[in-house]
């Protein structure tokens, strides 16, 4: 099912949203810049959702990142570490001086993501298909607990072809865990080429209803239908699983990264980077420094 209809959020969540995620990409684009290559395809493509999850849907506290009572927000496709740095630094979890550390040795922003590491990374994920099963022994832990906390599971659409992940969406509506929210990026790509050509997995939305979840898709690159998902996901009444299917558009916000054929992992040449961060700024309309 698609996001039910709902009022439209407040035009300055939005604004405040759109220059977090334009931060976001900006973060992004400095740290790729350090080696010159990376994932960079997928941070620009879920700075939007980013966005909204650490900006506005999250519940934690920036000086605490270990606060009990914390969402946790779970990197199952670690390659995506990138992405989640420059979040945790607009939320403030990071500081922005680490930015130039990225991928370095002794840095604390490797460039998979590894919870031994990194402040607000809640597991090493990167082996694909491991980040739902543990994402729902966790909400069931922190159920058993009494804690209402809500755990978010982050993952590519690359993960659909593991079975642990299918093994993880069946055990999780058997046990009724409210309290999980599944985020799919469907960007189509993957290492071996498109997505869909490699192991077809739609249609995603009567599958995940099949297997007893509550499932919202939306572009995930529109902001307030980004908000919509993510309050109705966490306010869904049922005690049921919710996942939230994301179309996303790899590269999103730097056009010319966003027509390149293969854009899963991306070298690009160094003028390119600076040329990037001014199609951002231009876009924006101002300068961050």
Request: proline share 5%; charged share 20%.
């Amino acid at each position: 099912m698609n996001s039910p209809a709902a009022s439209a959020p407040a035009e300055p969540l939005l604004s405040r949203l759109s220059q977090a995620a334009y931060r976001i990409r900006r973060y992004a684009l400095r740290m790729g810049e350090v080696q010159g290559q990376g994932y960079i395809g997928q941070a620009l493509g879920v700075a939007d959702m980013l966005a909204v999850a650490y900006t506005y849907a999250l519940r934690l506290r920036a000086g605490d990142p270990k606060w009990e009572e914390r969402d946790r927000f779970l990197l199952s496709h670690g390659h995506y570490a990138i992405a989640l740095y420059a979040a945790l630094i607009e939320s403030g979890i990071l500081p922005e001086r680490e930015l130039g550390s990225y991928g370095g040795d002794s840095s604390r922003l490797p460039m998979s993501g590894m919870a031994t590491y990194t402040p607000g990374m809640e597991i090493s994920g990167g082996s694909l298909g491991q980040g739902l099963p543990i994402a729902v022994g966790m909400a069931l832990a922190l159920r058993h607990k009494s804690n209402p906390a809500f755990v978010y599971n982050s993952m590519s659409d690359g993960e659909l072809d593991e079975g642990s992940t299918w093994e993880a969406a069946m055990a999780a509506a058997h046990h009724r865990v409210g309290n999980l929210i599944a985020l799919v990026d469907v960007n189509s790509q993957q290492a071996d080429g498109n997505s869909h050509r490699v192991l077809g997995f739609e249609p995603l939305v009567e599958k995940w209803t099949a297997f007893g979840w509550h499932v919202q898709r939306v572009d995930g690159n529109d902001l307030a239908m980004l908000v919509d998902a993510f309050d109705n996901a966490r306010h869904w009444p049922q005690s049921q699983p919710r996942v939230i299917i994301l179309d996303t558009v790899m590269g999103k916000g730097v056009p010319f990264l966003e027509c390149r054929e293969k854009n899963h992992f991306m070298k690009i040449d160094p003028p390119e980077w600076q040329q990037a961060i001014d199609h951002l700024d231009k876009d924006c309309g101002r300068l961050v420094s």
